[in-house]
């Protein structure tokens, strides 16, 4: 058993493991899993589409994954999963001499590495839709088979450099961002072949076109999930072209990831409460007009002056947002509008700048 605070700096290719399930909110029938492979020393992170949960499927997965990673596969560290605890991966370890651990019960934050993974990598480029079916397995391995070389070689993270406890206050330092290729090539435990092998593989990749090779796959995953019988996109030499132009206007869509499933949040456009500054709104706005520097706070109290008993405290807040959307209407009166009374409002405004 190993705890999150039992690595010590390990040499690379000690690994923590997991398994993501692609149900879509239900364990019923059968579906697709990924195999996520996390690098505690560097960060070097492997995915491998599952079509089904099965200790012998899972066994020849990490002897594909110890065949293409540019370290040994060294030991494991995984949940206590029946698809882990199991003769078959024991016998699988003890042959090949790797070090099988696991976590304790109902702790993830033992496998806190691969769990940030599994998030940051699985979660974001496949999503949380029900995948079933060798169709969907076969998208997932191609997918994976373009992010693992955009993650490790030009997505850089964090790494905790140390952790000091100063009362009741954890102060965490960390080291600067590196890639997961750049921690390799920088460790002593590496060989100079190995390196050289990394940075000559670095040099032939462009990142954008294995975001556009990602961005296609997930498009063709994305209809997967919704039931569609969708044909798998033909490699092809991306249309750079047409794919930068579309990261010119992704920033204004928010999160544009074909997989993300937002549900939009109808507009309400009433009141829940009694409007507590109906009758007096007119006298606040005179205020506002004669003097633009005044705080909602200070509104508010000479309200509470003028009608005593009236308002209570903890409304002061609702008071702000009115006089915080006043504020807001009238600067776009002053932009918009070009009336003879611009000027002269405008000469307000910056006599009396506001809050």
Not at 166 to 191: F, M, N, W
Request: charge should be positive; proline fraction near 6%.
């Amino acid at each position: 058993m190993r705890t999150f605070a039992d690595w010590n700096e390990p040499a690379p290719g000690f690994m923590e493991v997991d398994l993501v399930a692609h149900c879509g909110g239900s364990m019923s029938g059968s579906f697709a899993h990924t195999l996520v492979l996390t690098d505690i020393a560097s960060g070097w992170t492997e995915c491998v589409a599952l079509a089904m949960r099965d200790s012998a499927l899972l066994v020849e997965a990490l002897e594909h994954v110890a065949k293409v990673m540019p370290f040994p596969l060294l030991g494991i560290d995984t949940d206590n999963g029946s698809e882990f605890i199991n003769e078959v991966v024991l016998a699988f370890c003890q042959r090949e001499e790797i070090e099988f651990t696991r976590s304790r019960p109902y702790l993830k934050n033992d496998q806190a590495w691969v769990e940030q993974k599994n998030g940051a990598v699985v979660r974001r480029l496949v999503g949380y839709g029900r995948l079933s079916r060798l169709a969907a397995a076969e998208a997932l391995s191609r997918l994976y088979s373009s992010s693992r070389l955009f993650v490790n070689f030009f997505q850089p993270s964090f790494k905790l450099l140390e952790k000091t406890r100063v009362g009741a206050r954890v102060r965490k330092r960390y080291q600067a961002p590196r890639t997961p290729c750049a921690r390799l090539t920088a460790s002593d435990a590496i060989d100079e072949a190995t390196k050289q092998r990394l940075q000559a593989v670095e040099v032939t990749l462009d990142p954008l076109r294995l975001l556009d090779e990602i961005r296609s796959m997930q498009h063709h995953i994305a209809g997967l999930a919704r039931g569609e019988h969708v044909h798998v996109p033909p490699h092809r030499d991306a249309d750079l072209d047409r794919f930068l132009r579309s990261l010119e206007t992704a920033w204004k869509d928010g999160d544009a990831r074909p997989t993300h499933a937002s549900k939009p949040k109808p507009e309400r456009h009433w009141r829940t409460r009694k409007d507590p500054f109906a009758e007096v709104w007119p006298k606040v706005v005179l205020w506002l007009e004669q003097g633009p520097d005044q705080t909602a706070t200070d509104l508010f109290a000479r309200l509470r002056s003028e009608h005593p008993g009236s308002f209570k405290a903890g409304q002061v807040r609702t008071l702000q947002r009115r006089v915080r959307d006043w504020r807001a209407a009238a600067a776009r009166r002053l932009l918009f509008v070009g009336g003879p009374d611009s000027a002269d409002a405008a000469g307000m405004i910056h006599a009396h700048p506001a809050e």
